[in-house]
Nanobody, 120 residues
Framework: QVQLVESGGGLVQAGGSLRLSCAASGSILSINAMGWYRQAPGKQRELVAAITSGGSTNYADSVKGRFTISRDNAKNTVYLQMNSLKPEDTAVYAC??????????????WGQGTQVTVSS
C-alpha cells in the first residue's frame, strides 16, 4: 500500500509564503507525474500545479509566477512553494501521485489534504 503525507499548511497573512510538502511511502516502484490540487468551500477541485518525473511543470493561470512546484525523486517527495499568497488561495490543498507499485500496478494515490488559509 502507498501513503502520501502532506505537511506545511497553516494560516498566513496576504502577501506571505508557505511551503507544502508531500512524501510518498510504501510499495513504490516509481512515481510518474505528481501534482497539487486545491478545493475551496463551494468550489470544484482544481489543479494548481503538476510536475513530471523528468521535471516538466505546468501551473494554473491563477498561480503562475507566485507558486513553484518541485520534487525530490530520491525522497519520493513533491513540494509547493507558495509566495505572494492571496485570500483567494485559501483552500484545502492535496497532493496526487501516479504510482507504479512493486507488483506492477499503476494508480493515482492521494494525500489527506492540508488547510491553507490566507487572511486579508
Amino acid at each position: 500500500q502507498v501513503q502520501l503525507v502532506e505537511s506545511g499548511g497553516g494560516l498566513v497573512q496576504a502577501g506571505g509564503s508557505l511551503r507544502l510538502s508531500c512524501a510518498a511511502s510504501g510499495s513504490i516502484l516509481s512515481i510518474n507525474a505528481m501534482g497539487w490540487y486545491r478545493q475551496a468551500p463551494g468550489k470544484q477541485r482544481e489543479l494548481v500545479a503538476a510536475i513530471t518525473s523528468g521535471g516538466s511543470t505546468n501551473y494554473a493561470d491563477s498561480v503562475k509566477g507566485r507558486f513553484t512546484i518541485s520534487r525530490d525523486n530520491a525522497k519520493n517527495t513533491v513540494y509547493l512553494q507558495m509566495n505572494s499568497l492571496k485570500p483567494e488561495d485559501t483552500a484545502v490543498y492535496a497532493c496526487e501521485a501516479r504510482i507504479a507499485t512493486m507488483t506492477f500496478q499503476e494508480y493515482d494515490a492521494w494525500g489527506q489534504g492540508t488547510q491553507v488559509t490566507v487572511s486579508s
